[in-house]
């Protein structure tokens, strides 16, 4: 029997990819935010995702949607809470030779 992964932040472990619905596809190319989600980090697109398709009510499912492509184009924010990406990877200095 498998042992309980804990995905999630933190640990180092990113569970299996998502199904992206295509009403959240559809939202992301009308705002052209498509690379903005792709640049987030895995655990950060999977639980977007999760959290916009566990909304019972349409309304809500809306609602987060709309806060998923605000926070996309702004940056600065996961889930209601403040986020500064990570800084990009040193280049590495041309070898001289």
């Given at each position: 029997?498998?042992?309980n992964q804990g995905f ?55 609602k987060r ?33």
């Amino acid at each position: 029997m498998a042992k309980n992964q804990g995905f999630g932040h933190g640990r180092g472990l990113t569970p299996p990819a998502k199904q992206m619905p295509g009403f959240v596809r559809s939202a992301l190319a009308a705002r052209t935010l498509m690379d903005a989600y792709r640049a987030r980090p895995d655990y950060q697109q999977h639980e977007y995702l999760d959290w916009i398709n566990t909304a019972k009510l349409q309304d809500l499912k809306r609602k987060r949607l709309n806060q998923m492509l605000d926070e996309l184009e702004k940056g600065d924010a996961y889930k209601g809470e403040p986020w500064t990406p990570p800084p990009p990877p040193p280049t590495p200095a041309p070898s001289a030779k």
